[in-house]
């Protein structure tokens, strides 16, 4: 996802006549509307009045066709997604209506074209909903919803949005294989299976695939992909070994195993941004440039990705960053998310500042701060969950860890009254903040913001 907007701008007067995605273009006679799913799959549903249906409304007839339970009403929500933007709506949105907004949303929320702006089509999609607290999920008994969860948190793994180690999407690779193939298959079952439904459906696209490069064409994908291959046939056989320890191979069972496993990574069920950093500055030139990077937000923090490299730069708990956003000041300029959190430099305390380019910043601020209302209320409760991600973040080689060593920031000292720029010194002060314990209140930014 792209993010939860509260304010949409306004209904154009004369709205585009155009039918877009998977939405139809009448309000009142019986359309069909198709309701994707991450599985790839789609509901087919035929509506009346669908022009003045809300989302909370149509959410009730999707539930039916899919045979949902009441009591996973707030598990899932509806989505308008497409290659230029991803947007949660609220149960209020008129998804009809939102349609005909979608060119001026895009030009609101992306740096697109006019020419790609007026091609984008969004499809209406049903999928997890990003303030759904992922510790409630595996208290969920109903096996569909269940499996709607393993659909798109695998599509997450395989598409690289999550981004974890190897002996990890080993794991969940071999998962996948019991959950879809079944837990009795021999080798060359499985091994007829595997090539059948191709290894990038079990496994991450850039580790299914190879990293590509002078070194991996000499070494020959075919050779990397049979590794691969005895390697998930192994972990597949540690799996359905595990029965023997009293682990069930029921299908719901391996489901909830998927997802726990899934949930050790910090950035599960996050909504994600598109955007840019800028990169340390290198060689005599001392040439930077910009990083793309990919900006997660759930109920648990903020998750900066690199987008190339399918690693974590940067995870924060709103407990340990201030936040806010800026818009353009002169042509030319970019709209720009400012986190702020504590470093070191030279062995002394700072205050760390990171720019993330992107025209989606208001869509950023606006959905960490309706996350740090929501997180404020169960606070306690989730106490255990970020220890237990904090001693796995020790370990400096995972892709999980945090790398703020690769980050170009703007470091500050706090002296007590005020916060100063470290490198080089700054005459005027940056931020002003009450000498308080952490709140969470956004960065309040004094003066034009410049980079060092």
Not at 57 to 86: H, K, Q, Y
Not at 165 to 179: F, N, Q, R
Not at 384 to 402: H, I, L, N
Request: with cysteine.
């Amino acid at each position: 996802m792209e993010g939860d907007d509260d304010d949409f701008p306004p209904e154009p007067s004369e709205p585009s006549h155009s039918q877009r995605g998977s939405v139809a273009s009448s309000v009142t006679r019986a359309q069909d509307l198709l309701v994707y799913l991450a599985s790839n799959s789609a509901v087919h549903l035929t509506l009346e009045g669908l022009g003045c249906m809300n989302a909370q409304e149509l959410g009730r007839n999707v539930r039916e066709a899919l045979n949902i339970p009441n009591s996973a009403v707030d598990v899932f929500t509806f989505w308008f997604c497409s290659p230029l933007l991803d947007l949660q709506l609220k149960p209020k949105h008129l998804p009809y209506k939102l349609c005909r907004q979608w060119q001026d949303l895009l030009y609101r929320f992306t740096e697109a074209p006019p020419e790609a702006i007026s091609q984008d089509e969004p499809c209406l999609l049903y999928k997890r909903n990003v303030f759904y607290p992922r510790s409630k999920e595996l208290q969920i008994e109903d096996e569909g919803v269940l499996r709607l969860l393993y659909d798109e948190a695998k599509m997450n793994i395989l598409e690289g949005r999550y981004p974890c180690d190897p002996e990890h999407w080993l794991t969940l690779g071999a998962l996948s294989c019991a959950i879809e193939l079944g837990t009795g298959l021999d080798d060359q079952a499985l091994t007829v299976a595997i090539r059948e439904k191709k290894l990038s459906s079990f496994l991450p696209a850039h580790a299914a695939l190879g990293g590509g490069g002078f070194l991996s064409t000499l070494r020959g994908r075919g050779g990397r992909n049979a590794e691969m291959e005895q390697n998930l046939i192994k972990e597949y056989r540690s799996v359905c070994s595990s029965a023997a320890t009293g682990s069930s191979l029921e299908p719901i069972a391996l489901l909830r195993r998927y997802l726990r496993s899934c949930h050790t990574l910090p950035y599960y069920g996050c909504a994600f941004f598109m955007g840019e950093i800028d990169k340390p500055a290198q060689g005599l030139l001392h040439r930077g440039g910009r990083k793309a990077v990919s900006v997660g937000i759930s109920l648990e923090g903020v998750y900066v990705m690199d987008v190339k490299e399918k690693h974590v730069l940067l995870g924060l708990k709103f407990s340990e960053l201030s936040w806010d956003h800026s818009y353009p000041e002169t042509e030319g300029d970019s709209h720009i998310l400012w986190l702020e959190f504590d470093g070191e430099e030279a062995g002394m305390p700072v205050n760390k500042l990171l720019k993330i380019y992107s025209k989606k910043a208001e869509l950023m601020s606006g959905l960490i701060e309706f996350c740090v209302e929501l997180r404020s209320v169960g606070e306690s409760a989730a106490t255990g969950t970020d220890e237990r991600r904090q001693g796995k973040m020790r370990r400096q080689s995972s892709v999980v860890c945090s790398r703020v060593y690769s980050l170009n920031t703007i470091s500050y000292v706090d002296d007590g009254k005020e916060i100063k720029r470290l490198k080089p010194k700054r005459a005027a002060s940056f931020f002003t903040r009450p000498a308080q314990p952490h709140t969470y209140s956004a960065v309040q930014v004094t003066e034009s913001l410049e980079q060092g």
